[in-house]
């Protein structure tokens, strides 16, 4: 393997060195240490050490990736580090799931801006959390968690966003992280631009549920951009949303494998 991947992945050797023992916490090194109370958790969530050592690895790889001294490395160089990365860790990405999901695999979890989700009764309140998962279909998601692989059935747990593209009169569904929206399509597969601490990245979503990060010219992002238009959905409208979504919307995005566009409809939890 070329030395430039190991330079990346060295670091992440601290993956098998959890240790969840309870211990005294240190003087605050820096900004970040005032957040949260265990080092690489998001500031205001409900997060514990195995996760934030996790995210800590994924914001490193991140952050060497962008130093300016690594301007020289290609957009390919770097879509393959992240890939790698994905193929062992998976993603941190967003979903809607339940309290009950603390008992088992251990999202990080936050309060979801929707007044909808926001049930006085815990245990029905729904919460937004982040997982690192390698791939996801309307059944289970494949979740990376403390040196172990997990499979995770959605539901009730791991709420993603059902993306529904109208190739004919019935669409194709695939299941992206909540708020994600697909640039254009390719191989039929969901090309969706991503972006995590100033890090654009290409993730391919096939209807399998296949995950795979590539690269892509980032130069080219407008003429894709320019083919997205707000449509009105094709009928008959749902007359059910996918719980916990309660937004429903549609447009158009460019199709490569038949060079014109296709309707694609989405979800959202609620309008903000």
Known sequence: MHAFFLIFFMPLSGFTQVNTRIEVIPNPQSLEDFDHQFK???ENSECDPVMGL??????????KLGEPKEEKITDLKKAQVLELFRQKYGLPVKFYTYQKSQLGFKPVLYSSACKNHNSKNPALKVLEGISFIKALTKDKAMVWRDQALI???TKDLVMSQPVQVYYESTPTTYYLPISDQPLFIKNKELIVIREDEGMFYALNVAASGEWKVVAQDFKN???????????????PKAKVLPAPFEVEFCKTIWNEDTKKTVIVKMYEGCTI
Do not use: A, H, I, M
């Not at 996790?54 to 952050?63: C, D, M």
């Not at 992002?221 to 009928?235: A, D, G, I, T």
């Open 40 to 42: 690489g958790c998001p």
């Open 54 to 63: 996790q995210l800590k690895n994924w914001n490193e790889v991140l952050k």
């Open 151 to 153: 499979e995770v059935p």
């Open 221 to 235: 992002l407008s003429q894709w951009e320019n083919k997205r238009e707000n449509v009105p959905c094709p009928l």
